[in-house]
């Protein structure tokens, strides 16, 4: 690693996507414009497959809307992830060498708050929502270059457009994520965050599929883009989830999502 003698090891970590692991600088999922209606906590497990870095963890997920459905706040952690990855990789990363051997970490806390807008305009089938997002730095295991151990946050506008087929919508949201770095010339990375796609409802099945991802200033693997599927079949107090996602650019892995979200109150 050609160490200078007085730097700290943490210094020669490069805090963008491409250099980390699949959930420390994961992508928003899609502001589509509304605000979910049903409180509810869940609980998936996640499959990133890449060369040389194939990671498990357990993903738990909570969403709590007001009595108006004009807010919902949501969260999701990861207690556990389990990670093998490859020497190379691992010198890619520039890897601590007393975190070399590490197989397992706990993950970071993000929340969203989304916010209904423009209720006049529902009635053009048109749905707008602006949402705030903060990643808390609560993963460990940064020496092993899993989670950053630095916060970040988001904010962007959501819109969904119909169709004449009342089942087909048209997604895209805009906005800017920041995150802190380690450089002490640039401690922050500024991104334009973006995302477009389909959704399609029909009766107990919701179906997506978009891409999505946000573009950093700093090039250095700070341009993560992929590609998502998401099939949610509804039940009356459980709903299962089933997830794909694939990386495009600056995020190596082909990821796939599997779990239930258990209702506890739905509007």
Same mark, same amino acid.
């Given at each position: 690693?050609?160490?200078?003698?007085?730097?700290?090891?943490? =210094?020669?970590?490069?805090? $963008?996507?491409?250099?980390?692991?699949?959930?420390?600088?994961?992508?928003?999922?899609?502001?589509? /414009?509304?605000?979910?209606?049903?409180?509810?906590?869940?609980?998936?497990?996640?499959?990133?497959? $890449?060369?040389?870095?194939?990671?498990?963890?357990?993903?738990?997920?909570?969403?709590? $809307?007001?009595?108006?459905?004009?807010?919902? #706040? %949501?969260?999701?952690?990861?207690?556990?992830?389990?990670?093998?990855?490859?020497?190379?990789?691992?010198?890619?990363?520039?890897?601590?060498?007393?975190?070399?051997?590490?197989?397992?970490?706990? /993950?970071?806390?993000?929340?969203? =708050?989304?916010?209904?807008?423009?209720?006049?305009?529902?009635?053009?089938? #048109?749905?707008?929502?602006?949402? #705030?997002?903060?990643?808390?730095?609560?993963?460990?295991?940064?020496?092993? !270059?899993?989670?950053? %151990?630095?916060?970040?946050?988001?904010?962007?506008?959501? !819109?969904?457009?119909?169709?004449?087929?009342?089942?087909?919508?048209?997604?895209?949201? +805009?906005?800017?994520?920041?995150?802190?770095?380690?450089?002490?010339? @640039?401690?922050?990375? %500024?991104?334009?965050?973006?995302?477009?796609?389909?959704?399609?409802?029909?009766?107990?099945?919701?179906?997506?599929?978009?891409?999505?991802?946000?573009?950093?200033?700093?090039?250095?693997?700070?341009?993560?883009?992929?590609?998502? +599927?998401? @099939?949610?079949?509804?039940?009356?107090?459980?709903?299962?989830?089933?997830?794909?996602?694939?990386?495009?650019? %600056?995020?190596?892995?082909?990821?796939?999502?599997?779990?239930?979200?258990?209702? +506890?109150?739905?509007?």
């Amino acid at each position: 690693m050609n160490w200078d003698g007085t730097s700290h090891w943490s =210094t020669y970590l490069t805090t $963008s996507p491409k250099y980390f692991g699949p959930n420390a600088f994961s992508i928003p999922q899609i502001n589509n /414009g509304a605000v979910d209606s049903v409180r509810s906590l869940g609980i998936t497990g996640n499959f990133h497959f $890449s060369k040389g870095d194939n990671t498990q963890n357990l993903m738990l997920y909570g969403n709590y $809307s007001s009595k108006d459905n004009a807010i919902s #706040v %949501d969260a999701q952690f990861v207690p556990y992830e389990r990670f093998q990855v490859s020497h190379a990789k691992k010198e890619e990363r520039r890897v601590y060498y007393k975190d070399y051997y590490k197989k397992n970490t706990v /993950g970071d806390v993000v929340f969203n =708050t989304t916010i209904r807008l423009f209720d006049r305009w529902r009635k053009k089938n #048109v749905f707008t929502a602006i949402r #705030v997002g903060v990643r808390m730095p609560s993963g460990s295991e940064l020496g092993a !270059a899993r989670y950053a %151990d630095m916060p970040g946050y988001w904010i962007d506008a959501g !819109a969904s457009f119909g169709f004449k087929n009342p089942e087909w919508r048209w997604l895209t949201n +805009l906005g800017f994520l920041v995150w802190q770095t380690n450089d002490d010339d @640039l401690r922050q990375n %500024d991104a334009f965050l973006f995302g477009t796609g389909l959704e399609w409802n029909h009766k107990r099945i919701k179906l997506q599929a978009y891409g999505s991802g946000y573009i950093g200033y700093q090039n250095n693997g700070d341009k993560p883009m992929v590609f998502r +599927l998401f @099939l949610e079949r509804k039940g009356k107090k459980v709903n299962t989830l089933l997830r794909f996602q694939q990386g495009l650019n %600056d995020f190596d892995y082909s990821s796939f999502e599997v779990g239930a979200r258990f209702i +506890l109150a739905s509007k």
